[in-house]
């Protein structure tokens, strides 16, 4: 609020009012300036905020903190003593740490990100089992083609690798497909959710290198298999 009102002045001792310029609301005086305090966890931005005094703008409830030095838990009753002995009528209705208060009120988000975790862990599964089927079983359909490279004299660890590098290649395009749109999916989400999705490369990094390997594995194993089998015996494979 100081830097948009009086970002070229001190803004201490300036006076100002709420609401209307003709409302019937008392003029204000600043005394004082604190940090910018983001009032809503899922919005980035700060907007001017005014604190005023219990007295200038009281409320039928309200809340404060305590700062302790030792377990939280163990001043309740103290304070509890404290505010009726200040004053009697005043109802207490709960006495909480401040942790638990944020894990209250995030609760749901909590709760979001551990089905995300699992919704993104089936995912992974499913499109790891993807690919390992995929390439197996196109080395599977290839063991006609394995048996007349041997047959013309073919070296066997030339094939694997050949079979390794068309791996690699379906592979890399999927992921020269799916990384781009991850990584804008995500960019979008974490425009509309602050805080909550946030775009990490290692992250997309990782699970890229781990559909790679799986890929590999999924085309060695096969292709180990088909790679002993006795040329005649792969050129009648049907």
């Keep these: 609020m100081a830097d948009r009102f009086w970002h070229k002045s001190d803004p201490l001792g300036q006076r100002f009012k709420l609401g209307a310029a003709n409302s019937g609301g008392p003029w204000m005086t600043v005394v004082g300036v604190v940090g910018d305090v983001r009032q809503n966890w899922w919005d980035p931005a700060t907007f001017p905020v005014v604190y005023q005094p219990y007295l200038q703008s009281s409320r039928s409830s309200f809340r404060f903190l305590l700062r302790v030095t030792s377990n939280p838990a163990g001043h309740s009753s103290a304070a509890r003593a404290a505010i009726s002995q200040r004053d009697p009528q005043i109802a207490i209705t709960e006495i909480n740490t401040l942790q638990t208060e944020i894990q209250d009120s995030i ?132």
Aim: aromatic letters at 8%.
């Design 107 to 238: 609760a749901m988000v909590h709760i979001m990100g551990i089905l995300m975790t699992v919704f993104g862990i089936v995912a992974l599964l499913l499109s790891s089992l993807g690919v390992y089927g995929i390439l197996s079983e196109n080395v599977a359909h290839r063991t006609h083609e394995f048996g007349i490279r041997f047959a013309l004299g073919a070296n066997p660890r030339d094939v694997l690798q050949l079979v390794l590098r068309h791996a690699l290649l379906v592979c890399g395009i999927g992921l020269a497909i799916g990384l781009p749109i991850s990584f804008a999916v995500s960019q979008a989400m974490a425009a509309f959710v602050f805080g909550i999705v946030s775009v990490s490369l290692p992250v997309l990094a990782s699970l890229a290198g781990l559909l790679i390997v799986v890929a590999l594995i999924a085309a060695y194993f096969p292709a180990r298999r088909a790679l002993h089998v006795d040329p005649m015996v792969a050129l009648r494979y049907e």
